[in-house]
């Protein structure tokens, strides 16, 4: 078993920004494949951005590319994401998942296995 936990949201102006931090316990996820989701009210889960085991390849979402990188330390089991210049559309929960199959950059949700409870992160105009 996995267990990840979000940290590092907050409240925000537009312009700013945030980093996401993912601790995952129970097992070492460097051989995981790893995704950032989000979910904002009254809409359905999307990716955000994902990573391979090593950190060597990355994707993102068309609305976020440019402006957030994703990023690993398997040394620390911790997975990241660094969001600049954030708009108010960023506003969502964030989620941290892990994925134990081959492959990454899965963008559908039920192509991940682990997931945390999310962190809130607010963009105001």
């Known amino acids: 078993q996995v267990q990840l936990v979000e940290s590092g949201g907050g409240l925000v102006q537009a312009g700013g920004s945030l980093r996401l931090s993912c601790a995952a316990s129970g097992r070492t996820v460097r051989s995981y494949a790893m995704g950032w989701f989000r979910q904002a009210p009254g809409k359905e889960r999307e990716f955000v951005a994902g990573?391979?085991?090593?950190?060597?390849?990355?994707n993102y979402a068309d609305s976020v590319r440019g402006r957030f990188t994703i990023s690993r330390d398997n040394a620390k089991n911790m997975v990241y994401l660094q969001m600049n210049s954030l708009k108010p559309e960023d506003t969502a929960v964030y989620y941290c998942a892990a994925r134990t199959g081959y492959g990454f950059g899965y963008i559908r949700q039920d192509s991940y296995d682990y997931w945390g409870q999310g962190t809130q992160v607010t963009v105001s105009s």
């Open positions: 990573i391979s085991g090593s950190g060597g390849s990355t």
